[in-house]
């Protein structure tokens, strides 16, 4: 590991673009929003060889850069470890995604997640993905890691669930399964749990994130008007 001044080099910036400026800004702006209450939920950027990540147990909305942990993508070893801080469990879930070519993955809390996957257990079986068409906010997600452009206005978005585990770490291989048999997907659904997103970016994760808990809302609140998700 490296010594102590290098190590806070590396959170170290007055660039608010700065990787753990950013996972500060971010966290602040999602526990206004009801998704991170009570320390759960996480963040984590991917830049060049190093992964900035949130840590566990820390009020999201006071985070400061020198909680943040650092790591090697190549070896993935921590090149910064906060003292009296652990490493968030939803650690190798955000590996996941950045194996698969993402920038920055954001896990949630929302309520809205959580209760879109009990309403797809409760009406279509416990295999079953969300699925909405015929929305506008569609076409903030993008089609497909490797295609062009976003969904479409009349394409069928589909949000891969899976089950929940005791312990987050547990969850990676079901994840990863997910990803496998879902590979345009940029989000999976934990049920009872939350939601994990990810991006090319910053921008755009936060971006599918958003616009994902909108859909979420909005189909919870179809479902009460007895409408459908799909036309």
Known sequence: MADSRSDDELITSEDPQHPANLICELCR???TLGWVTGTGGGTSIRKDDHIFLAPSG???EMMQPRNIFVMSYATRSYLR???ALKPSQCTPLFLAAFSRGAGCCIHTHSQWAVLVTLLVEREHGKDACFEINNIEQIKAIPKGKGKEGNLGYYDTLRIPIIEN???EEDLTASLE???????DSY???VRRHGIYVWGDNVHKAKTQA??????FE???NMKKLGLSWKA
């Open 58 to 60: 820390v009020q999201k």
């Open 210 to 215: 958003e616009s994902l808990d909108y859909l």
């Open 218 to 220: 909005l189909a919870i």
């Open 29 to 31: 702006k999602f526990y």
């Open 165 to 167: 585990t005791a312990q």
């Open 187 to 189: 989000a999976v659904l």
């Open 177 to 183: 399964a997910a990803m496998i048999r879902h590979p």
């Open 81 to 83: 470890k906060p003292p």
